[in-house]
């Protein structure tokens, strides 16, 4: 599946969130949708678009009253990041859609904001190539440890936190 069928798949602020969800553990359609608040046909919908994209496997299925439920968990986040894995991907511009779905995600986590340790950077600076290297690679292994953290929704001695990084080189302006 290619870099650009993946944004496509997340291009809805729902399936964003089941990524966040199955980062921690793994659900079916059923209990994705109790957790998140819609149905179970709808959450099932979207776990099948993600699926396809391979961004959701299924890691296991039960037997419930004489069915069964595949059981969902989204892993590739917390594997280590490699910043010449991304080399010369480029994301169209025509994936207004994902950046849409982004910022309804933004803004319905940016609602629920409590105190407590946080941080916010927006910038569009000149920096040395070899620096912004590191600071992709600082983003992208703290994106890994966060994801590799993930635990279960409500488990005890844990909290929801919030995470959203859009870092990219632009054009030179004229």
């Known amino acids: 599946m290619s870099r650009i069928d993946e944004l496509r798949a997340t291009a809805h602020p729902l399936r964003l969130r089941l990524l966040s969800l199955l980062t921690g553990a793994a659900l079916s359609a059923a209990e994705a949708g109790r957790e998140l608040g819609v149905s179970q046909a709808s959450a099932s919908y979207h776990l ?3 699926e396809r994209a391979g961004l959701v496997r299924v890691v296991e299925v039960v037997r419930l009253r004489g069915g069964e439920a595949k059981r969902y968990r989204h892993e590739s986040s917390s594997r280590r990041y490699d910043p010449d894995a991304a080399l010369g991907e480029r994301v169209p511009t025509s994936e207004e859609e994902y950046v849409e779905a982004l910022i309804d995600e ?7 904001r409590i105190d407590g340790p946080a941080i916010s950077t927006d910038a569009e600076l000149w920096v040395d190539p070899a620096v912004w290297r590191r600071i992709v690679q600082h983003v992208g292994e703290a994106s890994a440890l966060l994801h590799a953290a993930a635990r ?5 001695g844990t909290q929801p936190v919030s995470m ?7 054009k030179r302006a004229r």
């Open 48 to 50: 099948r678009v993600l």
């Open 106 to 112: 933004l803004r319905r986590r940016a609602r629920a």
């Open 152 to 156: 279960p929704p409500r488990t005890p």
């Open 164 to 170: 959203t990084a859009a870092l990219f080189p632009v």
